[in-house]
């Protein structure tokens, strides 16, 4: 996929780290990978090639086969976006017509409801910022408003859930990104009204922006 291409469908290869969250009713540990980086030791996404190492292979090849094709992530979005729209709508947030109205989208690999899956993540800005996801090997979809203490989660396996949300960050140093660059991931972690919590990887890249670098010490 080219930089033209993402240019033209308002979708670009940037990592979501500095401005997405995510989150679902019944996720915990999960693993995830993002990228921002691009060079001979980077994978589709510009992901480093030894961090998918961390995943089983079930989940790489499920991540690369949606990862560099345009066609498959719209069309993955195309197919999940109206059962979300109605709970969307319950909350008076509007639902995007088209996945070319995203800020950023990015995929990582991930397991949801133990199936393998492509995890696609879009951002929409509007009154209020908007999280589409989508798991096409699994058949899941949901979306999250982002409101601080009072982000909601749409999902039309649970409903309508309200949740505090917060973001912590890692940074650790691989030789992909250079001597001195850290790799810094981005994680969303989220409190339920029932008192449990999720913790869910959204996004990483070369650089640490927002976590201490021991790269250089």
């Known amino acids: 996929m080219s930089e033209e291409n993402d240019s033209a469908s308002g979708m670009n290869r940037r990592s979501l780290l500095r401005t997405v969250g995510v989150t679902g009713a019944a996720v915990t540990g999960v693993t995830g990978i993002a990228g921002a980086t691009s060079g001979k030791n980077t994978d589709a996404f510009g992901v480093p090639s030894s961090h998918l190492e961390d995943v089983d292979d079930e989940q ?17 979005f195309d197919e999940h976006v109206d059962d979300v729209a ?4 319950s909350i008076d947030v509007s639902t995007p017509s088209s996945l070319g109205e995203a800020e ?6 991930e397991r949801k409801d133990e199936q393998a899956t492509a995890h696609i993540v879009a951002r929409f800005e509007g009154d209020e910022e908007l999280l589409f996801h989508v798991f096409p090997h699994a ?4 979306a999250t408003v982002m409101r601080g203490d009072n982000s909601k989660l749409a999902d039309p396996q649970n409903g309508v859930q309200t949740m505090g949300c917060t973001y912590s960050y890692t940074c650790e140093c691989p030789s992909a990104c250079g001597y001195y660059m850290g790799y810094e991931r981005k994680y969303n972690v989220c409190q339920y009204p ?3 919590t999720s913790k869910e990887l959204v996004g990483t890249h ?11 010490g």
């Open 60 to 76: 790489v090849r499920a991540y690369r086969e949606y990862a560099d094709d345009r066609a498959m992530i719209e069309q993955a």
């Open 86 to 89: 109605t709970l969307l709508d």
């Open 104 to 109: 950023e989208v990015n995929v990582v690999p």
């Open 139 to 142: 058949d899941r979809a949901y």
């Open 194 to 196: 029932d008192g449990s």
């Open 206 to 216: 070369c650089g640490c922006d927002d976590a201490p670098n021991p790269c250089n």
